[in-house]
């Protein structure tokens, strides 16, 4: 069993529209837009089957715009198996304004799940994580849900024996902790307040990593660090990472990105470095993108042998 199954419990429309300039409280024609497939989770599954691996997306979809997700997945030959909810999946907006190079996210809140759909996420988990090598829950949760919720399905996933990713943030990832996922993906700020310090500068946050890599008894930590890289704590010590200087065009789901490379490294029994290598190339390339959840299998090969691992 070598399936990837990536989990997005909030999936939705992922709009991007480009604009050569964005005045606020003005009104503006927009020339060229993209909508995709996304929510966390189905990025990771996008950049996944980019770069090879089968891979099947889950999650909650509804209504019309659920359907439209589907579809869209259909168009790309990514296999899903979703549960069905009332009410509309949602539309998250990408505004890139091509002038400043910025990019201004509006997220809409999305369905309310109900108890039926969340017990029947529990058994579709089960299911799928016990074909899978890899299950990676990402992005928050949605309305309806308790707030503990990821501390089950990773909980089962887990008991399937899968390897399980999770890349959530505040209550989420602070509850989901509690059943010890394999890897978790926080940002400085979550690494600080998971455990109430303050992290200063990046000998502070090795020993924070650290940390929190013993306590939940984790296989590996991996703190993005924007353009800079990354740091990743794991079993045999902690890492900094370099990637090389890009041109930036769209840096959402860079992150999402960076757990495909690591996920799709992990279903192939790469090396520790290869699987490092792999994920921050996966990432720089969808930076050099101007849709999330895009990269390009070139580029990436030539970005990893020149990420640099250095052993701190
Ligand atoms: O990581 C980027 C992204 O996947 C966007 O494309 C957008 O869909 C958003 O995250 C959703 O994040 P959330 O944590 O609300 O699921």
Known sequence: ?????????????????????????KMSRVQRFNAAPGGKGINVAKVAAQLGEPVTATGFVGGMNGEIIKQLLDQIGIAHDFVSVAGESRLCLNILDEAKGTSTELLEQGPSVDEGAQKAMETKIRDLASRSRIVCFSGSLPAGVPKDY??????????????????????????????KPDMIKPNEDEVAALLGIEVADEEALRQA?????????????SVSLGGAGSMIAAKTGCYRVKTPKVDVVNTVGCGDSFVAGMAVSLARGS???DGLALASAAGTSNAMTDQAGMIDPEVVDRLRQQVQITRL
């Open 150 to 179: 990821y501390v089950g399905l990773v909980a089962i996933a887990k008991e399937a024996g899968a390897y399980v990713i999770l890349d959530a943030s505040g209550d989420a990832l602070r509850f989901g902790l509690e059943a």
């Open 209 to 221: 990593v650290e940390t929190l890599l013993q306590k939940y008894d984790m296989d590996r930590i």
């Open 1 to 25: 069993k070598h399936m990837i199954t990536t989990v997005t419990l909030n999936a939705a429309i992922d709009k991007t529209y480009y604009l050569p300039a964005f005045p606020l409280g």
């Open 271 to 273: 090396s520790f470095e």
